[in-house]
């Protein structure tokens, strides 16, 4: 099974970002451990990460065809992209919604996801391992449904 990770604005910066939500693992040590849950999920992972709204709908929308799902942390563009909402709908790949933090116990404005509404579950407040969640309930789904 291939997956695309789809990392969305600042995921770079972490380690530096508000190390008391976050963190102070770096987005090095974010791809490594996706690649070690890929490696012992056994599936084939890409990932990738983009601070531009634009960039990360042109991710989804490439994803067609070559993935068979996706694992997404839109980031601050959970709260307010349409775009990504209508590119993963579009797509039509299964997809799980992560983040590091747990949304609903942050400002107002982080508790409600628009892009959700696209995906087929939603792993949020584990940290790092939100990713590994993410990956196993999405391996789970495409089990059930290939």
């Given amino acids: 099974m291939k997956v695309l990770v789809i990392n969305g604005p600042n995921l770079n910066m972490l380690g530096v970002r508000e190390p008391e939500i976050y963190g102070s693992r770096t987005y ?5 451990k996706i690649m ?21 709908v ?19 563009y959970t709260h307010t992209s349409i775009a990504v909402l209508d590119a993963l709908k579009a797509v ?23 892009t959700v509404a696209g995906c087929i579950a939603q792993v949020t407040g584990l940290g790092f391992e939100s990713y590994r969640e993410g990956l196993n309930k999405l391996k789970e789904y495409l089990e059930t449904t290939i």
Wanted: aromatic residues 6%; negative net charge.
């Fill in 36 to 56: 070690e849950d890929a490696r012992n999920l056994q599936l084939q992972v890409k990932v990738k990460q983009s601070n531009f709204e634009g960039e990360i």
């Fill in 28 to 32: 090095a040590d974010l791809e490594a």
């Fill in 92 to 114: 039509g790949l299964p997809a799980v919604e992560v983040h590091l933090s747990d949304i609903e116990q942050r400002e107002d404005f982080r508790k409600h996801s628009v």
């Fill in 58 to 76: 042109t991710m989804i929308q490439k994803a067609y065809g070559k993935y068979d799902g996706i694992v997404i942390n839109p980031a601050a």
